[in-house]
Every structure is written in C-alpha cells, then in structure tokens.
C-alpha cells in the first residue's frame, strides 16, 4: 500500500513539473504582430467604392 502511495505522489510531482515548464514556455513567448501600412490621403481617394 505505501508504495502504490509512494509512486502516485511521485507521478504527481512529475506532471506538475512538466505542467509549470510548459506553462513557463508559453508565457516566455514572443508574439509578434506586422506593421500595417498607412494609407495617405492621395490613395484612399483613387479608391473606388465596392459595389
């Protein structure tokens, strides 16, 4: 009985160790977003409207 006790708490650990490490990576993630071009006020009148 103890060591089925022994290995649970041990399995526990190790899934609670490679939770926080991949929790840990994610959050460590850079996320990068491209810059939108603007618009000058030249081309949004050659525009034509969407019909």
């Known amino acids: 009985m103890i ?8 399995v526990i650990l190790i899934v609670l160790a490679l939770s926080i490490l991949t929790i840990g ?9 491209d810059p939108i ?6 081309e949004a009148k050659d525009e034509k409207p969407q019909k």
Do not use: F, R
């Open 3 to 10: 060591t089925v006790l022994v290995i649970s708490i041990i």
């Open 37 to 42: 071009d603007p618009k000058t006020e030249d």
């Open 25 to 33: 990576k994610g959050y460590s993630y850079k996320h990068t977003v």
